[in-house]
C-alpha cells in the first residue's frame, strides 16, 4: 500500500507494510504509474511504515534507481527502521542508496541542490 505527495520537485511516496514477493509486483506497478506521471520530478521513497523488506522489495528499490538515473532524476529513500536499514546492510546495499533519517532531509537535498546549480 502507497500514498503520495508533492513537496517542491519530489513526488514522496510513503510505503505501508510489508514490501515481499506477495505485494512487490503491484506496488512496483504503482510506484512506475506515479514516476511517469511525474516525469519531473525526483523521488524520495518513506519506508517509514514498511516492516519488512525481502530480496524482491530490494530488486524493486535497484529497478527504481536505474530508472531514474537513467532520467537524470535523484532517488532518496528515507526512515528506514532498523529491521529494514539491517537488510539493506546485510546484502551490501546500504552504501548504493541516498538515505535520510527525515523526509525533510531528503527533500532538502533536491532543495538545496537546485539552488546551488540554478542558472544566474
Do not use: W
Amino acid at each position: 500500500m502507497l500514498e503520495s505527495k508533492h513537496v517542491g520537485s519530489n513526488i514522496v511516496i510513503n510505503l505501508k507494510g510489508r514490501l515481499d514477493v506477495y505485494s512487490s509486483a503491484s506496488t512496483e506497478n504503482e510506484i512506475n504509474k506515479l514516476i511517469e506521471k511525474n516525469s519531473g520530478d525526483n523521488v524520495v521513497i518513506n519506508m517509514n511504515d514498511v516492516e519488512y523488506i525481502s530480496s524482491t522489495g530490494l530488486r524493486i528499490m535497484i529497478a527504481i534507481q536505474t530508472r531514474l538515473q537513467e532520467r537524470g532524476r535523484t532517488f532518496h529513500l528515507c526512515f528506514l527502521n532498523s529491521n529494514v536499514a539491517k537488510t539493506f546492510e546485510v546484502v551490501g546495499l546500504i552504501d548504493i542508496f541516498d538515505i535520510y533519517g527525515t523526509e525533510e532531509d531528503a527533500v532538502q537535498f533536491d532543495y538545496t541542490n537546485s539552488l546551488l546549480n540554478a542558472p544566474d
